[in-house]
């Protein structure tokens, strides 16, 4: 299945799952990146692995709607199947939403319904929270809301910082976004 990558900065989940993806077995394959972030450190390590990789600047555009019109003929244009979020920091708008339906994952560094939004680790830092995690989920509408396809649960230990909890959370993201895409292709296939 042709998958297409959204990301906004770093892209270590990106890089995880363009490793994943390597494997012959591994029923993806990555076709494009795309960041809203000209600057986003991630386009680099994608192109350093032979994937195309494109900046859409959202700011260049009028509307929400017109950079997403934009997004999608890009798509399109690389014969995406499926799309991953991976660290992609804009809000869709219903109308994205709907011509992805089933077709887009998101991950997010909490165990969803817990710590929607953004600042995650600090919230469940002050909550004192026992254990905290990451999520991979179905894109719908509503923001980080919905269907779960996995999630990966880490201890909040004694000493954590939000950087320290992060790290620990980031390890997870790594481990179970390849799993969870490969779920949710192999559904549909
Ligand atoms: C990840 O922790 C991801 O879960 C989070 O941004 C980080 C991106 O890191 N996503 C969100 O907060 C989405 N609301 P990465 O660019 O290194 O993959």
């Avoid at 990301?7 to 394959?29: C, F, Q, V």
């Avoid at 004694?158 to 559904?187: C, F, M, Q, W």
Wanted: charged share 25%.
């Amino acid at each position: 299945m042709r998958v297409g990558i959204l990301i906004s900065g770093r892209g270590s989940n990106m890089t995880a799952l363009i490793k994943a993806a390597k494997d012959p077995d591994y029923p993806a394959e990555i076709v494009v990146v795309i960041s809203n972030r000209p600057d986003a450190a991630g386009l680099d390590s994608a192109r350093q692995e032979g994937i195309a990789a494109i900046s859409i600047d959202h700011k260049q555009f009028d509307s929400r709607e017109a950079f997403e019109d934009a997004l999608h003929n890009e798509l399109l244009a690389h014969k995406v199947e499926m799309v991953a979020c991976a660290g992609f920091m804009r809000i869709m708008t219903s109308g994205f939403v709907k011509k992805w339906q089933d077709r887009m994952l998101n991950i997010h560094p909490s165990l969803l319904p817990a710590y929607k939004g953004l600042h995650t680790h600090e919230r469940a830092l002050k909550d004192g929270a026992k254990t905290h995690g990451c999520t991979v989920h179905y894109v719908i509408a509503d923001l980080d809301a919905g269907p779960i396809i996995m999630q990966a649960e880490v201890p909040v230990l004694a000493g954590d910082t939000a950087d320290s909890l992060a790290k620990r959370v980031l390890a997870e993201e790594h481990r179970i976004y390849p799993l969870s895409l490969a779920k949710a292709i192999n559904k549909l296939s």
